[in-house]
């Protein structure tokens, strides 16, 4: 049982990638792509789904995944426009996002003001990558 739940949490390929990558191109005119949206593009599991059995680290690897691979392919950062739909994090990305990026989580109340602002800056500034981009491939 131990080995079937530890295959199960590192179960995305390479394909379940580029499945992602091409919905977020295909999406990039949108203002943002939920996490659910981008899972089911990618023929995964809901991310409750891995949140209710353990496995919340999938979700992490997967984005860092797709984070390396649009930065590979000289593609924008799409990982700044998957959001979570509700919540307290509505309309952000996770705090892997954050976190990949060497930034502190501007939703964490230990956020320093300065540290918060510079994320969120970030951020902003990589969903303009994503529209500029966008714009250029219509």
């Known amino acids: 049982m131990k ?32 996490y659910t949206e981008l899972f089911d593009a990618a023929s995964l599991h809901p ?45 952000y990305p996770g705090v892997g996002y954050f976190s990949v990026n060497g930034l502190s989580d501007p939703l964490n109340d230990r956020t320093t003001y300065p540290k918060a602002k510079t994320a969120l800056a970030f951020h902003d500034s990589q969903l303009k990558q994503i529209r500029s981009w966008c714009e250029g491939q219509n």
């Open 3 to 34: 080995e079937r739940d530890e295959a199960l949490a590192g179960s995305f390929t390479e394909e379940n990638v580029e499945a992602a990558i091409s919905y977020a191109i295909d999406h990039c005119h949108e203002p943002a792509i939920t």
């Open 47 to 91: 991310p409750r789904w891995y949140f209710d059995n353990g496995f919340r680290s999938v979700i992490t690897e997967f984005m860092e995944a797709l984070h390396f691979a649009c930065a590979r392919k000289g593609l924008p950062p799409f990982d700044a426009f998957i959001v979570t739909a509700g919540g307290e994090r509505a309309n």
